[in-house]
Nanobody, 116 residues
Framework: QVQLVESGGGLVQAGGSLGLSCAASGTIFGISAMGWYRQAPGKQRELVARITTSGGRINYQDSVKGRFTISRDNAKNTMYLQMDSLKPEDTAIYFC?????????WGQGTQVTVSS
């Protein structure tokens, strides 16, 4: 089973940028897609961006299109999320996700706080 560790969260002012990383370790075989999700207080966890491992197909939540960029480095088993033009409503815990042989695997999450 894959283990996922996020890093790079923090506090930033509105309009600023942050970059998140998700390092995968353990059993990497069979991962078909990876993604970033977020969960704000009192809200459900939602998909932010997703990338397939074969073909690199990418999907974004509408609210982050044009501001966030998801990418991956297969050689480093690492996925990234570059977040630009951040807004206070982007404040949430951001989770890394990997779909491995049909099962969902999650990281522990990293806090992103955007001040107005």
């Amino acid at each position: 089973q894959v283990q996922l560790v996020e890093s790079g969260g923090g506090l930033v002012q509105a309009g600023g940028s942050l970059g998140l990383s998700c390092a995968a370790s353990g059993t990497i075989f069979g991962i078909s897609a990876m993604g970033w999700y977020r969960q704000a207080p009192g809200k459900q966890r939602e998909l932010v961006a997703r990338i397939t491992t074969s073909g690199g197909r990418i999907n974004y939540q509408d609210s982050v299109k044009g501001r966030f960029t998801i990418s991956r480095d297969n050689a480093k088993n690492t996925m990234y999320l570059q977040m630009d033009s951040l807004k206070p409503e982007d404040t949430a815990i951001y989770f890394c996700n990997a779909v491995q042989l049909g099962e969902l695997n999650w990281g522990q999450g990293t806090q992103v706080t955007v001040s107005s």
